[in-house]
């Protein structure tokens, strides 16, 4: 009987010592919502990246045209709000990738997921 009781109280604050951590690290004791909190930075980043070099490009084409084209100067208008929009594009990207994905498969991920250097 006192061996169950033990048992009991050993299961139930390692689980509070889980949820505790997982919350202040994470801000989620999910296993999606720990991968998220892990790739939310450099998703952010990537996105960011992405949209900086397409509107380089464009920026590229409108000074060989002297920026007298309208479509370039279109162009550079939209790529201007898709670097503003970037962080909640890269959100929706990466929440519709992990809807995706089963908790257990989050677990592995957020166990095993390293940003590229």
Not at 30 to 57: D, H, S, T, V, W
Request: hydrophobic share 40%.
């Amino acid at each position: 009987m006192r061996l169950a009781k033990f048992t009991t109280l050993i299961i139930l604050l390692a689980l509070g010592l889980y949820i505790g951590l997982t919350l202040y690290f994470f801000g989620s004791s999910r296993p999606c919502g720990i991968l998220e909190a892990r790739m939310k930075p450099y998703r952010i980043k990537l996105e960011r990246e992405a949209a900086f070099n397409i509107e380089r490009k464009h920026s590229q084409e409108g000074e060989q045209v002297k920026f007298r084209d309208p479509e370039i100067l279109k162009l550079l208008e939209e790529d201007r709000k898709r670097i503003e929009e970037a962080p909640e594009a890269a959100m929706r990207k990466l929440h519709q990738e992990l809807s995706e994905l089963t908790p257990v498969e989050c677990a592995l991920k957020a166990i095993s997921w390293r940003p590229p250097a």
